[in-house]
């Protein structure tokens, strides 16, 4: 993954110092990062077109390594182990219409509205035993 191609994310913003073991930022897949700035430029199109603050994309998490996946309740096929996953903090209704809004329009259709104040998105297709299901929004409730 070479950060320096993105306009709109860093390599620090999926970095948390406080499990500075856990995350492999250098593992964010390519084709979901694209994706994921595709969306980012999305939500800043229609805020700036409609007149609206703009909503930022906060990253609390994205790749995971199996220890941290474990530490925090994932599954054990979970996307974030491949890279291919981002949660986005999304504090009230407004910032989950503007990022979910957005996520669709790049692309993505693996969408889940947690109840902790965050979405989650992934572009896993494929898993070890079976496949992930598209054209999902599932809420975690």
Known sequence: MNWDNLKYFKQSEFHRPSAQQHYKVDDMDSAF?????????????????????????IITSGNRSVEHNQQVGGKPDSTHL????????????????LIVRSLLLAGFTRIEVAKDGHIHVDSGDKKDKGTWVPYVLWLNC
Do not use: H, T, V, W
């Open 82 to 97: 491949f890279g291919l996953a981002a949660d986005i903090e999304a504090s009230n209704s407004r910032s989950r219409f």
């Open 33 to 57: 990062m694209s994706k994921l700035e595709s969306a980012r430029e999305y939500c800043g199109q229609y805020c700036n077109a409609n007149d609206l603050p703009l909503q930022p994309f």
